[in-house]
């Protein structure tokens, strides 16, 4: 009888009744995904506000009415310094310097990716996450100070972005392996389609907060969001449970299983009892975490990690410049507000909720991640073109179009972070090791972290030549994502093509 040696959540520990046999596995189950929602959320919230304060922070930019259409020329041409903004952000460069800040933000949470993920399969994951959830709020809070110390001084703001950047990418690997851990293969799409709405949930959350407050001053902004993440941080180290072996939830899992790949939890949900009975040892969590080289050389794991490159690169470059883009892009012939420019922009994010939701669902039904990606890919190459072409008409429109790039963009981008990377961390050619989740989860993010990095720092320099770059710059960005998956996908056809059309229910294989 082998014991998991992670510490057991204070508040679980403490209160019987909320161990088994007092509440069930789908009782604790709702909680990790609630508390991993929340955890998430907020450090997304806390991303938010760099792109809401943008406008506020850089140089004022006359509006050119006609910059909506395909032929417009550079708004960014006409930038002047008028002494409005906060330096260093409010000169001619101030764009420029803006997504440098995001850059130090984003590379640093790259590398930290790469990092955090390794170190979270060989150590308790809740006090780990715990670590940079506290970390993160700390820093966010300390960037918006800049605003009450009258802070102008470039290198102090790029050196707490780097901070934060790497405190933060614990948090995904983190949240993705506890809930692998919980949840089998047979259901992810849909079920981490839901749960990953916490991303756009996050992003929503933090622009509407940043938007609110923004006219009491912009570090107001910053301190909010900071403190959410740090009281959500205390919830997590109090609730969260990491594995079900942590509280008692187990079962004896054979060969023949395993090979299924029918998990501990699989297995437990298909018993008429809930009652916990022993794992066995040699398929107990504590396998030895796999190496970082060798997770790299997973079938699968590098196609849709430089998939995600690009993808990420396209949904964070809206993330960090799309209340900017508003603010400076007329909609039907009216500038917004730094406010409204703020809060128009979560329906982007909006649509993206509902893109991730759908992504997961119809890989579920046809058992094939590598297709739907392509899918919603594909479609939001058009989607894209439409919104810069014709987002400016009216209000309506711009909604209407943003929603639909939202839920085009953000599909395949929810897809791989969620269901994708914890199929392959517990593919069969490991045995369906767990403890390679932490570490694949981090290769695939992290290798789409740099495209996000990459993303916003690219919007800021080619803006310098009009909007149109910008678009053009970001489709041609989907279109290698695309190309990247098409020999996934053609396996996926070839192995599903019999059952699709077959009234066989379609039973879930590994990718």
């Not at 901070?163 to 079920?191: D, T």
Request: net charge neutral.
């Amino acid at each position: 009888m082998m014991q998991s040696n992670r510490s057991v959540a204070p508040a679980i520990d403490l209160i019987p009744n909320l161990r088994p046999p007092h509440q069930s596995l789908k009782f604790h189950r709702i909680l990790v995904l609630v508390i991993t929602f929340l955890a998430y959320a907020s450090f997304h919230a806390s991303r938010k506000p760099p792109s809401i304060v943008k406008s506020v922070l850089g140089p004022t930019i006359p509006v050119n009415s006609s910059s909506i259409f395909l032929n417009s020329t550079s708004i960014e041409s006409d930038l002047t310094s008028n002494g409005t903004g906060w330096a260093p952000f409010n000169g001619p460069d101030g764009t420029l310097l803006l997504g440098k800040l995001d850059l130090s933000f984003l590379f640093a949470y790259a590398t930290g990716m790469y990092f955090a993920g390794h170190v979270g399969d060989r150590i308790d994951l809740r006090l780990f996450l715990v670590f940079g959830m506290m970390g993160s709020g700390v820093f966010t809070i300390l960037f918006g100070l800049g605003y009450w110390l009258d802070v102008h001084f470039f290198w102090f703001f790029v050196s707490v972005q780097i901070v934060c950047g790497l405190v933060q990418s614990i948090g995904w690997p983190c949240v993705v392996a506890i809930v692998g851990n919980w949840f089998g293969r047979a259901r992810r799409g849909l079920i981490m389609g839901i749960w990953n709405s916490h991303t756009s949930v996050g992003n929503i959350i933090g622009s509407i907060i940043a938007s609110k407050i923004l006219d009491h001053g912009w570090g107001w902004s910053f301190v909010v969001p900071g403190a959410l993440v740090i009281f959500i941080g205390v919830l997590v180290f109090l609730f969260l449970v990491v594995s079900p072996l942590d509280i008692g939830f187990a079962t004896s899992v054979s060969e023949t299983e395993l090979n299924a790949e029918v998990s501990p939890v699989e297995n437990l949900e298909n018993r008429d009892s809930e009652e916990a009975v022993l794992l066995d040892d040699n398929h107990s969590d504590s396998t030895a975490a796999i190496g970082f080289i060798e997770a790299w050389k997973l079938p699968g794991v590098a196609p849709f990690a430089l998939c995600l490159f690009f993808s990420k690169l396209v949904a964070y470059t809206f993330l960090y410049w799309l209340p900017f883009y508003i603010r400076h892009t007329a909609v039907a012939g009216v500038q917004l507000s730094h406010k409204t420019a703020g809060m128009l922009s979560t329906i982007f994010d909006i649509g993206g909720v509902c893109g991730g939701m759908l992504a997961g669902f119809i890989s579920d039904l046809i058992d094939a991640r590598a297709v739907t990606s392509i899918i919603f890919l594909v479609l939001s190459v058009p989607a894209l073109i439409l919104y810069r072409t014709f987002g400016g008409i009216s209000t309506v429109t711009n909604t209407c179009l943003m929603f639909l790039s939202g839920l085009l963009v953000n599909g395949p981008y929810s897809l791989i972070t969620t269901a994708v990377a914890a199929d392959l961390g517990t593919q069969s050619s490991i045995g369906g090791n767990s403890r390679a989740l932490a570490t694949v989860t981090a290769i695939i993010d992290g290798t789409g972290s740099i495209g996000a990095a990459l993303g916003p720092l690219m919007a800021g320099y080619f803006s310098s030549f009009g909007w149109n770059t910008v678009f053009f710059v970001l489709i041609l960005s989907i279109c290698f994502a695309s190309a990247l998956l098409i020999g996934l996908a053609k396996t996926e056809i070839a192995e599903n093509k019999g059952r699709w059309f077959s009234s066989t229910p379609t039973s879930s294989t590994a990718v």
